[in-house]
């Protein structure tokens, strides 16, 4: 395919830019194989590129019979923007290209496969977190080792062709622990607490297992179990709607259901969202009205939920030293949620930008989150249009790593700029990290040799001064958040970001920054002032010392 045969009128003058926040703006547009571009000559007027990936609705009103209009385009990134167009012509053209180029089906046609770097790649991202690096100090002991026995994906077709298990554990009671539970998704270790619990995650057992018994699966979490009296099994899922494992046969693991949500289905998180981005963009209403539609879309709801779920886990490793098999339907949405929420109270590692990246890369990208299907659409798409494998899973934990970040910012290395990085990017990007499925799927196009990984992007230093966070202090402790409903704070940087102006918000925020960065060089000055100080002091001292020893 080219890309020329879908763009009937590549250029085209006097098209009026319409946003959300800023007055109209003409200026001419044209549209590439990747992007939507729409520059001015009015001064101070920045010009707009737009992946077309990035659209998820594209929405056309003719003002008037054989005339142009509007084309409404709804983004992935929240925003809402107009294109007005006075030909009729060149409006229908406009509106069919944008509408075939931002549903492209194949992932190869995707801007990152043509993207080339402008700039110095210092590191690999695509190889910085690999499993064997990631969990190293497990495997220099003598009790886990890495299995291949997935290098063909046909154990596991979503999990990685590398995995970490106990050596005790052979290759064939993997594939029998694997044919037992949902897709493949035998139990995996997430993290390993600084008591010596374990963290595990998995889907549920299948329904063909249909309670039988897998004595291979018994044995993995026996091992966890250790010298444990007791595990815990999370289930993240619909109470009632999950298959589970038999007590008789796991009768040192006691059950939990800390379900997220009433969620027949992965969709019913993507229509939440809708519902409350569709408050966020309606300013008509009024207070009262609003507030009550923010609460009927049950986000809030939702993130409060994950994090309730997250510290019963993370109380179960912490405070009682057991081991936690965490899973929910297929081991995929929730319950990554939940093993990567822990992980962020528990480990202060994960708190850092590296130690976000590497997390985001265990829990979410090697572990076979299908982000490609999860986000072929988004809120803006009309529930009877999109596919119900859509979700808004990623968006939900992202929210709740914000609602820490709030409770705790001075335990952060990274800002919240950083987690509105993270959700553009999984949406729509240059780079090819969040493109994919599994790693059979980027096997299958070769991602790692066609595209650029967006971690070598963030980890470049003048990128990264613009993620950290000025109020870092390190905290090597565990953070505790509230889960009460009062403790919430809807996310507004990014949910209102382009229905309210936020130049104040930002103004402040880069004063804070300025003061905490001159307090910071204030208290360093003071430091190197007292040490001169002190070393001057021992010097006198000892100048009459010497002076009295001679007389």
């Known amino acids: 395919m080219e890309f020329a045969e879908l763009i009937a009128t590549p250029k085209l003058d006097g098209v009026i830019l319409h946003t959300q926040t800023s007055e109209p703006v003409e200026g001419t547009l044209c549209i590439t ?15 707009l590129w737009l992946l077309h990936h990035a659209i998820d609705v594209v929405e056309q009103k003719q003002t008037m019979p054989q005339q142009g209009g509007l084309i409404t385009l709804k983004c992935k990134d929240l925003r809402i923007i107009s294109l007005e167009i006075n030909q009729q012509l060149e ?75 106990p050596k005790s554990i052979t290759d064939e009671e993997i594939i029998q622990s694997a044919a037992f539970r949902d897709g493949g998704r035998f139990p995996v270790i997430s993290y390993r607490h600084d008591n010596g619990a374990f963290l595990l995650r998995s889907a549920q057992p299948s329904s063909a ?5 897998c004595r291979a699966d018994e044995a993995i979490l ?30 040192q693991w006691r059950k939990v259901t800390r379900s997220i949500g009433n ?74 949620i939940v093993t990567s929420l822990v992980q962020i109270i528990l480990n202060p590692d994960c708190r850092t930008v590296r130690g976000i990246q590497a ?49 705790f910012p001075f335990s ?31 096997q299958a196009i070769k991602l790692h040799s066609r595209t650029t990984s967006l971690w070598s992007y963030l980890n470049r230093p003048d990128v990264l001064k613009s993620l950290l966070n000025p109020m870092y202090e390190p905290n090597q402790g565990v953070i505790w958040p509230s889960v009460a409903p009062i403790s919430l704070e809807l996310w507004t940087e990014l949910y209102l970001r382009w229905v309210i102006d936020q130049t104040q918000t930002k103004n402040m925020f880069h004063q804070i920054q300025a003061l905490i960065t001159r307090e910071k060089e204030m208290r360093t000055k003071a430091v190197k002032l007292r040490n001169e100080l002190i070393a001057l002091t021992k010097e006198y001292n000892e100048t009459v010392v010497n002076e009295t020893e001679n007389n």
């Open 222 to 251: 026996n091992v966890i179990l250790g010298r444990s009296k007791k595990g815990f099994i999370v289930d993240t899922w619909s109470k009632g709607k999950s298959n589970s494992e038999t007590d008789q046969h796991y009768n």
């Open 33 to 47: 194989g990747h992007h939507l571009i729409l520059s001015s000559r009015r001064e101070g007027v920045q010009e």
């Open 263 to 336: 969620l027949p289905h992965v969709s019913n998180i993507l229509h939440s969202f809708s519902k409350l981005i569709e408050a966020c963009n309606d300013t008509s209403c009024s207070t009262d009205k609003w507030f009550d539609r923010l609460e009927n879309s049950n986000w809030l709801t939702l993130v409060l939920n994950s994090l309730n779920a997250a510290c019963v886990v993370a109380q179960c490793l912490d405070q009682e030293g057991s081991p936690c098999l965490v899973h929910g339907s297929k081991g995929m949405d929730s319950t990554l």
């Open 359 to 407: 997390l985001i890369e265990r829990e979410w990208i090697q572990a076979g989150f299908p982000f490609a299907t999860r986000h072929k659409y988004s809120c803006y798409t009309p529930s009877q249009t999109r596919q119900k494998t859509s979700a808004s899973t990623f968006v939900l934990f992202l929210d709740s790593v914000y609602q820490l970040h709030c409770q």
């Open 412 to 442: 952060f290395e990274f800002n919240t700029q950083m987690l509105i990085l993270l959700y553009e990017h999984s949406f729509f990007s240059s780079y090819g990290t969040f493109l994919g499925d599994s790693e059979r799927e980027r």
């Open 91 to 165: 409006f229908l053209n406009v509106a069919k290209s944008i509408e075939q180029l931002s549903k492209l089906n194949s992932q190869q046609y995707l801007y990152p496969f043509f993207y080339r770097p402008m700039y110095t790649i210092l590191e690999d991202g695509y190889t910085i977190f690999r499993c064997e690096l990631e969990f190293a100090k497990l495997l220099a002991t003598d009790e886990w080792r890495i299995t291949h026995i997935n290098r063909d994906f046909s154990v596991c077709p979503t999990y990685g062709a590398k995995l970490v298990v």
């Open 209 to 213: 297992a249909n309670n039988k018994r």
